[in-house]
């Protein structure tokens, strides 16, 4: 987010270089169909982190109006991203098992791809995203200040620390699933912020990157069994067990230690952290 404009115009320019970015990913996706879809889909997340950083302001309505074209925007690369994604996780994980690689052998073939898939489901996206700057700045109130965006970011923050509750007392895979979103949307939101910050709010934007990604290996791993399952039930690919249960023990030990991570991180009030943010900035 650029400095040295009011606060409401320099979100309404970050949202709008965000899904440009996107759009241009589209452009070069028949030469690197690989990178443009992982891009592609980060710019997009990152557009619905800065929206959900405004909704209070915004209003219900209009923020879910965006919120679901955003969506709807990368719903066709989820695929070409998965594809990419099983592989990388599978050689990740450490174990000896004598049908490793018909897994992998199974996973490559099924990764490998032209660029032209990737061209069309980005252009589609592109074509969902072209009008959303235009929607934003029409229902952004003019009035945004910064007790607004204050409002957001402790919203942020709050919806984290609601998501870690569930994901501590349950221990399911699936609420796990729900904080490691909620981190790294507030991640999204604090480097929006970071990006012309102080030193303090890029090494807290960091901690939150870091958390992020970590979480983000143990529900690739948890993609990874399932997929793996799905394809041995359908014939695909013989029973890997040893793979299996190495697969298992790395999710329930890397669980296990991101909570308390997250218990140490997500231990301040939300009012209070968002005050930290905005000081830091400057």
């Not at 929607?135 to 970011?153: C, E, H, K, Q, W």
């Not at 039930?233 to 308390?260: N, V, Y």
């Amino acid at each position: 987010m650029p400095r040295g404009v009011p606060l409401r115009e320099g979100l309404l320019v970050a949202f709008a270089r965000i899904l440009g970015h996107a759009r241009s990913c589209a452009r070069r996706a028949a030469q690197e169909p690989e990178e443009s879809v992982h891009e592609f889909r980060k710019s997009v997340r990152r557009a619905r982190a800065l929206v959900s950083l405004v909704r209070p302001s915004l209003g219900r309505g209009a923020a879910r109006g965006i919120a679901a074209e955003l969506r709807r925007g990368f719903a066709e690369t989820g695929p070409l991203r998965d594809a990419d994604i099983l592989l990388a996780t599978l050689r990740s994980v450490p174990a000896e098992d004598p049908h490793r690689a018909a897994v992998e052998e199974t996973l490559e073939r099924e990764r490998r791809r032209d660029g032209a898939s990737a061209s069309a489901a980005l252009k589609a996206g592109s074509r969902v995203l072209q009008p959303l700057p235009g929607a934003l700045r029409v229902t952004l109130p003019r009035d945004f200040s910064m007790d607004d965006l204050a409002r957001g970011i402790a919203r942020g923050y709050r919806r984290s620390q609601d998501a870690l509750r569930r994901a501590a007392e349950t221990r399911l895979l699936i609420d796990l699933h729900e904080w490691r979103k909620r981190v790294k949307e507030l991640r999204y939101e604090i480097e929006l912020l970071a990006s012309s910050g102080s030193s303090e709010s890029r090494h807290r934007e960091k901690k939150l990157s870091a958390l992020a990604e970590d979480l983000g290996r143990v529900t690739d791993l948890v993609v990874l069994l399932a997929a793996l399952g799905g394809r041995e039930k359908a014939g695909a690919i013989p029973r890997a067990e040893a793979l299996l249960e190495a697969i298992r023990a790395d999710i329930g030990a890397s669980s296990q230690d991101l909570i308390a991570r997250g218990e140490e991180l997500f231990a301040e009030a939300p009012a209070s952290f968002a005050r930290q943010v905005l000081a830091e900035r400057g």
